[in-house]
RNA sequence: CGGGGAGUGGCGCAGUCUGGUAGCGCACCCGGCUGGGGGCCGGGCGGUCGCAGGUUCAAAUCCUGUCUCCCCGACCA
């Protein structure tokens, strides 16, 4: 039950003088996020649905693939940082405590889940195995920027797998990247999964999730059947790129222009190998009885982004347009005329039916203009708008209206009972994208 | 970390140059009208001007220090 005059959704005319983003303006004006810091950032309740959207998604796709939800700690001892060398990041949060013992605000979690992993795995029979969690991450970043979409403390869900040997990674990783394709192709946005640089954490392989959206900070390299981030693109011996007379690149993949996109990303998959295991001590007993160290892949996704990127892609003059998958409600319900008028008994008995149908709306009972209640509801951007107003009494119909396009679809009767209207409401937002 | 910009009521801003004790729009509260795209009229509430120190009879305004936030770049395990 969800009636807009007993919510919090502190929309607004204007976006902060200081914003620059898109996703930045949209999400603050339309009352999801609400700063506290810099790169601190508070979720308000319908931008919180919308961030739980992509977490059940994650949950179902993760748990599809064998993953086992638990959940580590953020404040944790710093020695397993110094035993993986990486006590000495500078993004990195230490801290003591009162006695003076030295702590780490966590910013991923390899380190806590190998070392438990080292406490109780001890067998081949235990492999394989994958863990997750949902859980906040710490980073002190030199700058954080673009509302959410960089900040120093975001819910990221990382996923760890143990195999006992290389192939049985390579296993692991490949139902992550099944699951990855699949999440990404659930919440509706555009993207890519591209071959990413290693760097430091060993050369095993990894991939990123690419978002492309005008905010992104990086950049992608796009062809036909082709797409790469611009690091991998430029150790690609059929890539070329050279500058043209403004000084911009352009490139080429076997003749063929290929585009420069800026994407966010959105997740990225790694092979660690044995990069974390050896150094805390997590290892496990084959057939043999021989002690060997265990395999492990790293998975995050950061549900923010996933969101932020959304508005980015599908945000228009007036407002957000949510994919379905995402959208905070379903159905944003507009009543018109005042609080026992006709048209508003007919609007609370319409929004008594969508809740007896299991449809998730938010209902515009408020006693404000109609000009108003349109603009929060563009804002917001839920898939569906319904209205109820004079004309509706007249034509015996509701009016529905498709964010995304605009356009204006035939009416449903008034006096259609729940299970029909939740039908309804059912059969148009499968039609969506 | 380098460069640039900004802190005045919940949001957006003016006032600072040229010191004289704070103003506008929106929002909010009360009353009335209106009721299909941020409507109208009237009446209100709310700010020791980021903080600290200094100069002065007097500081939002001048001086010094400091904190915070934003943007560009570097960074981003």
Redesign the pocket.
């Known amino acids: 039950m969800t009636r807009l005059s007993e919510y919090l959704l ?12 898109i996703s ?1 303006k949209l999400m603050v ?1 339309a009352g999801l996020v609400r ?1 506290m ?4 950032w508070t979720w308000l309740p319908a931008g919180w649905r919308v961030h739980q959207k992509v977490v059940a998604i994650v949950r179902e796709e993760i748990d599809a693939i064998g993953g086992r939800e638990m959940l580590m700690p953020v404040l944790q001892p710093a020695d397993p940082w110094r035993k993986t ?2 006590l ?4 990195l949060f230490k801290l003591e405590d009162r006695k003076g013992a030295e702590l780490v605000l966590a ?2 979690h ?1 380190e806590a889940v190998t070392f438990h992993a080292a406490q109780t795995i001890d067998s081949y029979r235990d492999l394989p195995l994958i863990l997750y969690h949902f859980q906040v991450k710490e ?1 002190d ?7 959410v979409l ?1 900040t120093r403390e975001f819910v990221m869900k990382d996923s760890y797998s143990f195999d006992r040997d290389q192939a049985g990674l390579e296993e692991r990783y490949a139902l992550h990247v099944g699951a990855y394709d699949r999440i990404m192709l659930r919440t509706g946005l555009r993207f890519y999964r591209v071959e990413s640089d290693v ?3 060993g050369g095993l392989g990894a991939h990123e999730y690419m978002a492309p959206c005008p ?1 992104g ?2 950049e992608i390299v796009l062809g036909e059947g082709y797409a790469a981030n611009v690091e991998v693109a430029r150790g690609d011996s059929r890539v070329q790129c050279v500058a043209d007379g403004d000084g911009r690149e352009r490139w080429t993949r076997d003749g063929q222009a290929l585009a420069l996109e800026p994407a966010i ?1 959105i997740g ?1 998959i ?1 092979k660690l190998g044995t990069r974390y295991s050896e150094p805390l001590g997590a290892t496990y007993l084959d057939e043999h009885g021989a002690e060997l160290p265990i395999w492990m892949g790293s998975y ?1 996704i950061g549900p923010a982004r996933v969101v932020a990127a959304a508005v980015e892609q599908f945000a228009d003059e ?2 957000i347009s949510w994919p379905v998958a995402l959208a905070p409600f379903a159905v944003h319900l507009v009543a ?3 609080a026992g008028t006709p ?1 508003r008994d007919a609007a609370e008995l319409l929004y008594a039916k969508l809740n007896e149908g299991g449809v998730e709306a938010i209902y515009d009972d408020r ?13 917001l951007g839920c898939p569906l ?1 319904l ?7 007249e034509s015996g119909e509701i ?1 529905v ?1 498709l964010r995304r396009t ?1 356009e ?1 679809t035939g009416g449903l009767p008034l006096s259609a009972d729940a299970p029909t209207l939740a039908k309804a409401v059912d059969e148009l937002c499968q039609s969506l994208p």
């Open positions: 502190p929309t607004l005319k204007q976006a902060p003088a200081d914003a620059e983003a930045h004006r700063q810091g810099a790169g601190m060398g990486r000495q990041i500078e993004e910013m991923t390899e980073r970043e030199p700058r954080p920027r673009a509302g960089r760097g430091m954490m905010a900070e990086d990303e990225n790694f995050g007036d407002g018109l005329g005042r048209e006693d404000a203009g109609v000009g108003e209640k349109f603009a929060d509801a563009d804002l708008r209205t109820v107003g004079r004309r509706s009494l009016e209206h605009r204006q």
